[in-house]
């Protein structure tokens, strides 16, 4: 009988943890929507630097993708626009 239980607070114990990683995940998936641009932009622009080249471009594009994901982080969201620049 104390097996079982031990076994079923385990298996609770799992699931939870189960859920904050999906949960992460899903989080995660959601901010490299939004920065990723900016992200590798700026790995670009460093790169660059690192190579004995001007990185200047790259971080020009890398400040142009983050004003991007600013705006597109205010604008505000109804059941009019939800799609409106959802896709690529």
Do not use: P, W
Not at 43 to 61: P, T
Not at 62 to 79: H, Y
Request: glycine letters at 10%; a positive charge; charged letters at 25%.
């Amino acid at each position: 009988m104390q097996s079982v239980r031990i076994r079923r607070i385990r298996g609770q114990g799992m699931t939870e943890y189960i859920i904050i990683v999906a949960l992460i995940a899903v989080a995660a998936i959601g901010v490299y929507r939004l920065f990723g641009d900016t992200v590798r932009q700026q790995m670009a622009g460093l790169a660059n630097e690192l190579s004995g080249e001007s990185g200047k471009s790259a971080r020009d594009a890398a400040k142009t993708s983050a004003d991007n994901a600013e705006t597109a982080a205010k604008t505000k969201k109804d059941l009019s626009n939800h799609y409106d620049g959802n896709q690529k």
